[in-house]
């Protein structure tokens, strides 16, 4: 791999994620332009993911609920089994959008057998979570609990698109009411939109950053962040701090346009490399929901002050 580049890793893969396993296998799932089916790469290494053969591993139903807009999956390890987190609506309403779950009990999720889980459920008694278009979930690990993070429509005139969090009880339910992380507050996250979104967690020195992104999916789009002392209770909005700007927007002079919608994962060598999907044109055919050149980008992630940085200069490929 090489630095400083402003070519597309993989093309036309959208809400890329990876997964390195204890093995140091690497996992690779994204949004399928068709919206259809969910892929998944495997490789020994992070650069043999580019050429790695894709496997469907499930498909949408032909009916009912799970039945269109497959989006966003991401896999996670928990317990010893594999679980893939996606977002579907129904085929007779296909913006009845809502978190689902898959779950795999083999060693390798590559040929092993999924069950679905059915929708995410929210705690005991919690009536507000998952009742609307809620999405872009993600999972992370601190203090020893898991907790679930998603973007979900607020019931307000602009139906913003707000960031809640909540720790989980099972691969398959929240133990706690959510609480709200960030809604959509500054002019660059409500261009076309008003949209938070895509979370992803990285972690360094007792510090949790939070990015994630923000406005309509065309040249807009970018990412925001927030950051928690991962000591503090992460349940309780105010232990969050958000930042006023975004931390990675399009570049006119690379011709990258609309990075967003990240996770993050480690080369071998062990730096943090930031995966993110992003376009090459700044006009777009058609509505930006479907038009299919959302590529998946690498960054090698550098730290200054104890905090990410995202430059563009340290693309790779």
């Known amino acids: 791999m090489r630095d400083g580049c402003s070519e597309p890793w993989i093309l036309q893969r959208a809400d890329p994620f990876i997964c390195r396993d204890g093995n140091g296998k690497y996992y690779f799932t994204a949004s399928v332009p068709s919206y259809d089916?969910?892929?998944?790469?495997?490789?020994?290494?992070?650069a043999g993911i580019a050429d790695a053969e894709e496997v469907t591993i499930w498909e949408k139903h032909a009916s009912g609920i799970m039945g269109a807009h497959i989006w966003a999956p991401e896999l996670h390890s928990i317990g010893g089994k594999w679980y893939i987190y996606f977002a579907a609506g129904a085929k007779e309403d296909i913006w009845a959008i809502r978190p689902y779950v898959?779950?795999?009990?083999?060693?390798?999720?590559?040929?092993?057998?999924?069950?679905?889980?059915?929708?995410?459920q929210g705690a005991d008694g919690d009536e507000l979570s998952f009742n609307s278009f809620s999405l872009?979930?993600?999972?992370?690990?601190?203090?020893?609990?898991l907790y679930f993070v998603w973007a979900e429509k607020a019931n307000t005139e602009q139906a913003a698109s707000n960031l809640y969090i909540a720790e989980m009880a099972s691969p398959n339910k929240l133990k706690t009411p959510r609480a709200l992380l960030t809604t959509p507050d500054y002019d660059w996250e409500k261009v076309g939109f008003w949209v938070n979104e895509g979370p992803a967690v990285i972690k360094k020195d007792w510090r949790i950053f939070l990015t994630y992104s923000a406005s309509d999916t065309g040249p807009a789009y970018c990412m925001g962040m927030l950051t928690a002392d991962e000591r503090g209770d992460l349940l309780n909005p105010?232990?969050?701090?958000?930042?006023?700007?975004?931390?990675?927007?399009?570049?006119e002079t690379l011709e990258i346009y609309g990075p967003g919608h990240n996770s993050f994962t480690t080369d071998e060598k062990g730096n943090d490399i930031l995966v993110y999907h992003a376009r090459k044109e700044s006009k777009i055919e058609g509505d930006p929901l479907y038009n299919p050149n959302r590529h998946t980008f690498l960054m090698k992630v550098e730290w200054e002050n104890g905090r990410p940085v995202f430059d563009y200069k340290n693309n790779i490929m």
């Open 37 to 46: 089916r969910i892929v998944l790469r495997c490789a020994d290494t992070l």
């Open 102 to 120: 898959l779950e795999c009990a083999d060693n390798d999720p590559m040929k092993g057998e999924w069950r679905e889980l059915g929708k995410m």
């Open 238 to 251: 105010l232990s969050w701090k958000k930042e006023s700007q975004p931390v990675l927007k399009s570049d």
């Open 136 to 145: 872009d979930a993600t999972i992370f690990e601190s203090g020893g609990k």
